[in-house]
Antibody
Framework: QITLQESGPSVVKSTQTLTVTCTFSGFSLSTYAVGVTWIRQPPGKAPEWLGLIYWNGEEAYSPSLKSRLTITKDTSKNLVVLTLTNVEPEDTATYYC??????????WGQGTLVTVSS | SYVLTQPPSVSVAPGQTARIPCGGRNFGTKTVHWYQQKPGHAPVVVVHDDTVRPSGIPDRISGSKSESAATLTIDRVDAGDEADYYCQVWISTSEQTVVFGGGTRLTVL
């Protein structure tokens, strides 16, 4: 059974750097074609894709956030880390990580709500 | 940038059929996936690859697609189907990116 769990701060201040960790089980990021993606969802709005990382270290990022976003992995610890620099109130959202299956996502973690204070 | 268009809301009476459309360009070259999200929960995939239901998803739920639109159909709707539904595609051009539709709130009257 695949599970993912996000953890991180509930509040960060504007201009600071947000770091959210995804700890997973039931699969390995050293296995061919496996990936983990990050998605966020502002309150009351649709999900927004942020980026992903694959088993081989290949990364892809949303063009609109690429300059502020980094995704890294620690295969030995079964975790993936999202880093978003220079946050603003518009970055307030629930941040989800999810297992990548081809070009869709299943399952998702429960999400962690991050509020950016100004 | 690529846009997926969904109506903000769809309402149906219990026992009736709900159809949730998702519009986009050149759907013939893209694969559409659908997620259901209930309040306070993460999205769950209910249809992937246009028409495939994951195990555990009832066969009342189905997906279809034409060149210009995809549709999620829920037959014999009940109160448990009340949720937000999102379509999603993966765009592979010079850069990979993923697009979600704006979501449709299904209300069971």
């Amino acid at each position: 059974q695949i599970t993912l769990q996000e953890s991180g701060p509930s509040v960060v201040k504007s201009t600071q750097t947000l770091t959210v960790t995804c700890t997973f089980s039931g699969f390995s990021l050293s296995t061919y074609a496996v990936g983990v993606t990050w998605i966020r969802q502002p309150p009351g709005k649709a999900p927004e894709w942020l980026g992903l990382i694959y088993w081989n270290g290949e990364e892809a990022y949303s063009p609109s956030l690429k300059s502020r976003l980094t995704i890294t992995k620690d295969t030995s610890k079964n975790l993936v880390v999202l880093t978003l620099t220079n946050v603003e109130p518009e970055d307030t959202a629930t941040y989800y990580c999810a297992h990548v299956v081809s070009d869709w996502f299943d399952p998702w973690g429960q999400g962690t709500l991050v509020t950016v204070s100004s | 940038s690529y846009v997926l268009t969904q109506p903000p809301s769809v309402s149906v009476a219990p026992g009736q059929t709900a159809r949730i459309p998702c519009g986009g360009r050149n759907f013939g070259t893209k694969t559409v996936h659908w997620y259901q999200q209930k309040p306070g929960h993460a999205p769950v995939v209910v249809v992937h690859d246009d028409t495939v239901r994951p195990s555990g998803i009832p066969d009342r739920i189905s997906g279809s697609k034409s060149e210009s639109a995809a549709t999620l159909t829920i037959d014999r709707v009940d109160a448990g189907d009340e949720a937000d539904y999102y379509c999603q595609v993966w765009i592979s051009t010079s850069e990979q990116t993923v697009v979600f539709g704006g979501g449709t709130r299904l209300t069971v009257l």
